[in-house]
């Protein structure tokens, strides 16, 4: 009895200094569960005129930050209350969101800023505010990514330069709670995790992970050196050598008519292929003067159907066996080839080496996007140092929110799955849209097409084999990339095109 109280005794012991260091290890934490008022400063920019609401996470009592409307730029600033250094130890930046409304064209991504010193004022927040890292989804077109950026200063120049995390994750199609963690060793390493799974590892100094990359190459092309003229590039050359037969018809043609063909029995030479309509009549509002001479609508004409053909016959084409086509020498090896020119390389003037990111402290958090679609939530941010604390947050409040929304989910989709008729009905309504967006936006066409035959096979396989319904295809809208110059959805996000719904024409005869 008394090893089994000392044990326990223990056992308490470890839970208290664990939560101690849980405590010790957090340096800012947010769960919205209080009216953010006083602690979160929206800008006061006039392009920033999206409403932020303190809102209940749908289906749940869980507060967070919500962008209540659509089509508006949004900017919110939380000040830590001292700077977060980068360079001591792990650091761990994790938020859960959850895109309610779904997210078509728009970001969801959190800004973590340097120090006012550097050139920003809450009252002020917007996309020009200096930041240390960007991260979280960005979506629109074909930009679908979680982002991770690096706005780290060129130890040579001072320029400070944004370094994109290459192949990043993507972002989940569905309207559930996600939670997103970065984690920052000390040993330069970055882990990219999505509800807890890792998607992405990078080395801040790879070339691989990161463009452009922080370190520069240590050497580049030459800019002064310049191709000899005499350097023959060709690999393969016309045969000098080579003559053209003398039975080579440059001339004869690809098609020619097929002198065996026969016009078919019972095929009506005086009969036209399309006839007026007999039953049409000219409408009681027609104006010849306004509209022109009205012309009754053609049609197929019946005596056809049963015949062979209509109007005049003519003999059928047929490849040409005499046809070669112009006539080109064969190509041989070069003998003077010297192979694709490149400058020669010379060292990098602006090559430095870097033992460890200089990274710029966090002194702010930050929220500055712009989005199509409202009901976008933000909960639960978190900044630590140790990533077991944010491991801890996720079991806590991120994952039992997702388990019940997740089986609601589920729930929804068996009743919908129930009615084999009401599934198919839902999936014709699906490709209609998207065939009226496509019509309203010819630049996603490749992109619905795509989307219709997925939706198609989708259906073929779900009567065949049964099975729980696919994840809804998203719409790809336009193309959104981010470059060097911070240019995210939100920035690159355009007023879909409107066409007025034009009535057919009166059919008229051209004059």
Not at 211 to 216: A, F, K, T
Request: glycine letters at 6%.
């Amino acid at each position: 009895m008394g090893r089994f109280a000392l044990l326990l005794l223990l056992a308490f012991a470890s839970l208290q200094l664990l939560c101690f260091a849980a405590d010790d290890d957090t340096v800012f934490y947010e769960s919205f569960d209080e009216p953010f008022d006083g602690r979160w400063i929206a800008s006061d920019k006039d392009d920033y005129k999206g409403v932020w609401k303190h809102s209940k996470s749908e289906g749940h009592d869980d507060y967070g930050l919500l962008v209540s409307e659509k089509a508006r730029k949004y900017a919110i600033v939380n000040e830590l209350d001292k700077p977060v250094s980068l360079k001591d130890g792990s650091t761990v930046l994790q938020f859960e969101t959850r895109l309610q409304n779904g997210l078509e064209c728009g970001g969801a991504y959190l800004k973590f800023l340097r120090p006012q010193e550097a050139g920003w004022k809450p009252k002020e927040f917007d996309n020009e505010s200096p930041y240390s890292i960007m991260f979280g989804p960005d979506k629109c077109g074909g930009t679908n990514k979680v982002h991770f950026i690096l706005k780290h200063k060129n130890p040579k120049s001072g320029e400070y330069i944004e370094h994109h995390l290459k192949s990043p994750p993507s972002v989940p199609s569905d309207k559930l709670t996600h939670v997103y963690t970065a984690i920052l060793k000390p040993d330069n390493e970055v882990k990219i995790l999505v509800d807890g799974e890792e998607k992405k590892k990078a080395n801040f100094l790879s070339a691989d992970d990161f463009e452009p990359p922080l370190v520069p190459a240590k050497t580049i092309p030459d800019p002064d050196d310049k191709k000899p003229e005499d350097w023959d590039e060709r690999a393969k050359i016309p045969d000098p050598s080579a003559v053209k037969p003398d039975d080579w018809d440059e001339d004869a043609p690809m098609e020619i008519e097929d002198e065996d063909a026969v016009k078919p029995e019972g095929w009506l030479d005086d009969e036209p292929e399309e006839i007026d309509d007999p039953e049409a009549t000219k409408p009681e509002d027609w104006d010849d003067e306004e509209d022109g001479e009205w012309e009754a609508p053609k049609i197929d004409n019946p005596k056809c159907e049963a015949a062979p053909g209509c109007g005049e016959w003519k003999r059928p084409m047929k490849m040409n066996p005499a046809y070669k086509g112009k006539w080109s020498a064969p190509l041989i090896d070069n003998p003077n080839y010297k192979g694709i020119w490149k400058p020669q390389e010379i060292p990098n003037p602006d090559y430095f080496e870097l033992d460890q990111p200089e990274f710029e402290p966090i002194a702010a958090i930050g929220i500055e996007i712009w989005t199509m679609q409202d009901g976008i939530l933000f909960d639960n941010i978190l900044i630590a140092k140790n990533d077991m604390v944010a491991e801890s947050y996720r079991e806590t409040t991120w994952k039992p929110k997702f388990e019940v929304e997740k089986e609601k989910q589920k729930a929804e989709e068996e009743a919908t799955d129930s009615d084999g008729l009401s599934g198919f009905q839902k999936k014709k309504l699906q490709i209609l849209d998207l065939i009226e967006k496509a019509e309203k936006q010819p630049n996603i066409t490749i992109g619905v097409i795509v989307s219709i035959v997925v939706i198609n096979l989708t259906v073929f396989f779900k009567l065949i084999f049964g099975g729980k319904k696919q994840p809804k295809v998203e719409k790809k809208s336009e193309v959104a990339e981010t470059s060097n110059n911070q240019t995210t959805s939100g920035e690159k996000a355009e007023e879909e095109e409107k066409e007025e719904a034009a009535a057919p024409r009166r059919r008229r005869r051209d004059t």
